[in-house]
Nanobody, 126 residues
């Protein structure tokens, strides 16, 4: 089992920044790729960003590319999502997720992730 706890959400004005954190416990963190997903009211959950086990590869949704940065600190068992130039359409509950290493891993696919956090609310006011 892997436990994931997100933090850092809140209310911010459009154009502002937030940094989300996701602390992991329970298994060897570096064996897991990590992802961030989000779900806006009335919409399905969507992929935001992902990072490989050692952080050498990152992946982003087109909607956040150039504004969001995913990173990880394996010594602290934590993954981060730095969000800059926030827009009202970024308002959502943000979830982090963990995917065990596999040759068939899929950074963008929700179904590939094994463990999920409880989510943290991000609200961007325009």
């Amino acid at each position: 089992q892997v436990q994931l706890v997100e933090s850092g959400g809140g209310l911010v004005q459009a154009g502002g920044s937030l940094r989300l954190s996701c602390a992991a416990s329970g298994r060897t963190f570096s064996n897991y790729a990590m992802g961030w997903f989000r779900q806006a009211p009335g919409k399905e959950r969507e992929f935001v960003a992902a990072i490989s086990w050692r952080g050498s590869s990152t992946y982003y949704a087109d909607s956040v590319k150039g504004r969001f940065t995913i990173s990880r600190d394996n010594a602290k068992n934590t993954v981060y999502l730095q969000m800059n130039s926030l827009k009202s359409e970024d308002t959502a509950v943000y979830y982090c997720a963990a995917q065990l290493f596999s040759p068939n891993w899929g950074p963008r696919f929700e179904s590939k992730y094994d463990y999920w956090g409880q989510g943290t609310q991000v609200t961007v006011s325009s």
